[in-house]
């Protein structure tokens, strides 16, 4: 609907001499009553011409060329809307076009020869994944996704840090337990991580080394403790995002920068351009230039990198390896640390608008009304694979993304486990689910819709108002796609599949479909099978099942 209204309009534009490059923007109105879709181009050109924007809109709508077949009504609304409302038989002849396309319809080219990297999750390997972490890589996983059914080539990545304080912990608690397991009275570190996890991976230490860690100098054991509870985790994590069905193509380590003295090079550049100086034993980076409130240390007194250097060193990484778009998604804990991240970013000479932050707020975990704020095995946190095991991965997915990202997410456990239509994703398969019933019902019948006969549906006789209100809504899928490419948002997919399943039940609920009119019956068959088909392609972006049958 979008495309044939910006080429008649552009068409008018251009006949009263108006054209002048801009991008028509059409949306749909809050209120049904004011059509199927609307635009402001008027509004946007009354100010130029210096003229009245309704007299504008006069001018415009007078020039367009519109067919009665496929527009009933155009009108001027406020300060200068122009309002469009489509027959119902241009609406539905689009839906052979839908089947058509099945799979591939909402993709684009838009993104075509670019190539975007997003980074999400970049826990540290110090224990299992919290349910924080399970959202991000819900929400940056479905991005990956959309991203790619933009046509961009799109790079999953992880970045993790396996050096410092925190390893050095994991690597004492991980040694600790190791030797409680031969003597029960061996002390464990006071700040040491708790949990059961750590005495699983002292046990699979045991069954590979048995005692020998005992007869070690207790440098090079605790040496071979962090290398060995490292990997063990880094597996236990990969195995958890496998359960969501999330991969990544590339998991970058923090260390290689320091090794291959990429950090050096930072600061020896900014010191080039004057950006970095001494003071007090630090080194400091003149965040002032861009725009911040004070200077930043970069290295501290005692030498130790700040968690900025490294950051703006990974984001030169990232560029130089020939990125167009950076996503960077975070939890809403780092998001004081981003504006000196892209002060740096411009100070090495990148351009900081390539980098789009995506940032999410915290989850909070219900069952029965009440929070749940800790498991046995991580001692002060609920872990994804937990989650997981609960309520399956589609609800874990579905349900960390149906809220805005920048939202605080209230997870009801007792609602993902219950199986009727209050389960948003429930809700969702269930009507995926029906309409397979109903197409093999249809095909049992002999009168089931075949690929090959999509252009002799007659869907000019779907003429109910539940039935074009049905397939009005599946013909907004690929602007849907359009809009979260444009804001990042993804919890507008879930909003929109929700109206879908809502607009094919009140369809559903009011008219027959396998009916003795066989025209018929074989047009309405055929808007169950484009709702299946819009409801499987969101659920392929969302990561999670459509099911044949429930």
């Known amino acids: 609907m979008k495309k044939f209204l910006t080429e008649k309009v552009s068409a008018a534009l251009a006949t009263l001499g108006y054209r002048d490059g801009m991008t028509l923007v059409f949306e749909k109105p809050k209120l049904q009553a004011h059509g199927d879709l609307t635009t402001n181009v008027a509004m946007l050109l009354a100010k130029s011409l210096k003229k009245n924007p309704r007299a504008v809109a006069q001018e415009i709508v007078g020039a367009l ?46 993104g075509a020869g670019k190539k975007i990297q997003v980074e999400f999750v970049s826990a540290n390997p110090t224990g299992p994944l919290s349910v924080g972490h399970g959202r991000q890589a819900a929400v940056g996983d479905t991005l990956a996704n959309l991203l790619q059914w933009m046509g961009y080539a799109v790079t999953r990545e992880y970045y993790y840090n396996n050096a410092g304080r925190q390893m050095r912990m994991l690597a004492e608690s991980t040694y600790a337990r190791y030797i409680q397991l031969f003597d029960d009275s061996h002390p464990f570190p006071e700040d040491g991580y708790q949990g059961d996890y750590i005495r699983d991976i002292a046990e699979s230490l045991r069954t590979q080394k048995g005692g020998a860690l005992r007869k070690q100098d207790k440098e090079q054991a605790l040496e071979f403790c962090k290398s060995f509870a490292e990997q063990f985790l880094f597996e236990e994590i990969k195995k958890v995002l496998a359960r969501m069905g999330v991969k990544f193509d590339v998991f970058y380590n923090e260390d290689s920068l320091y090794s291959s003295g990429k950090i050096q090079e930072v600061i020896q550049e900014l010191r080039t351009k004057g950006l970095a100086y001494d003071q007090d034993g630090a080194v400091w980076f003149k965040a002032t230039t861009f725009g ?8 501290k007194s005692t030498g130790e990198p700040t968690y900025r250097l490294p950051d703006i060193a990974y984001h030169r990484e990232k560029f130089r390896r020939g990125f167009d778009v950076i996503v960077d998604i975070f939890g809403a804990d780092h998001i004081a640390t981003i504006p000196d991240v892209l002060a740096g970013v411009k100070a090495l000479g990148y351009d900081s608008e390539k980098v789009k932050v995506v940032i999410h707020q915290f989850v909070t975990l219900l069952k029965d009304g009440q929070q749940v704020k800790m498991s046995k095995r991580a001692a002060n946190f609920v872990t994804l694979d937990e989650l997981i095991d609960e309520v399956g991965s589609d609800a874990v997915r579905f349900f960390f993304i149906m809220r805005s990202i920048s939202s605080h997410l209230e997870f009801d456990l007792n609602l993902a486990k219950e199986q009727s239509e209050n389960n948003p994703v429930y809700y969702l398969q269930y009507a995926h689910a029906r309409i397979a019933s109903i197409l093999r019902f249809a095909e049992g019948e002999g009168s089931g819709p075949k690929l090959e006969g999509f252009a002799s549906i007659k869907f000019e006789l779907l003429r109910e108002q539940a039935e074009i209100d049905l397939a009005k809504i599946l013909l907004e899928f690929p602007d849907t796609i359009e809009r979260i490419h444009s804001n990042f948002e993804p919890h507008h997919l879930p909003n929109y599949l929700n109206d879908v399943a809502a607009a094919f039940h009140r369809f559903y609920h009011d008219h027959r479909v396998v009916i003795d009119d066989k025209a018929l019956s074989q047009a309405r068959l055929g808007l169950c099978l484009a709702t299946k088909t819009v409801l499987s392609n969101g659920f392929a972006i969302l990561g999670i099942s459509a099911p044949e049958r429930m």
Do not use: W
Not at 90 to 99: A, E, I, P, S, Y
Not at 292 to 299: F, H
């Open 292 to 299: 911040a409130e004070k200077d930043r240390v970069i290295v």
């Open 65 to 110: 060329k519109l067919e009665p077949e496929n527009v009933s009504k155009v009108e001027i609304a406020g300060p200068g809307f122009i309002n469009f409302t489509f027959t119902g038989s241009f609406v539905t002849r689009q839906l052979g076009t839908l089947l058509a396309q099945g799979a591939a319809f909402g993709k684009s080219t838009l």
